[in-house]
Nanobody
């Protein structure tokens, strides 16, 4: 059973930074993609950033230049460094792992990020 545990959310002021982390336990194939989605109240869940096992990254236009996704393959962990935060970044952030070998996606429980103006 694969489990993802997130940490690092909180309440910050606009312009400040936060770092989210997500550790996956259980059996996951090496060829996987990890990343982050977010969901604001009343809105659909949206992609924030992804990173492949080889290190290729992809970002939503709204976070490019401010957020950086990284991973530690040895620890099956993914991170999201969020700088210059805006109130529009307020949401519940979910990490995920896409295990391409079995075409299955696992999700974290979500962590709240609130940015005050």
């Amino acid at each position: 059973q694969v489990q993802l545990v997130e940490a690092g959310g909180g309440l910050v002021q606009a312009g400040e930074s936060l770092r989210l982390s997500c550790a996956a336990s259980g059996s996951i194939s090496s060829g996987n993609t990890m990343g982050w989605y977010r969901q604001a109240p009343g809105k659909q869940r949206e992609l924030v950033a992804t990173i492949t096992s080889g290190g290729s990254q992809n970002y939503a236009n709204s976070v490019k230049g401010r957020f950086t996704v990284s991973r530690d393959n040895a620890r099956n962990s993914v991170y999201l460094q969020m700088n210059s935060l805006k109130p529009a970044d307020t949401a519940v952030y979910y990490c995920y792992v896409l295990d391409r070998a079995i075409t299955k996606t696992y999700w974290g429980q979500g962590t709240q990020v609130t940015v005050s103006s």
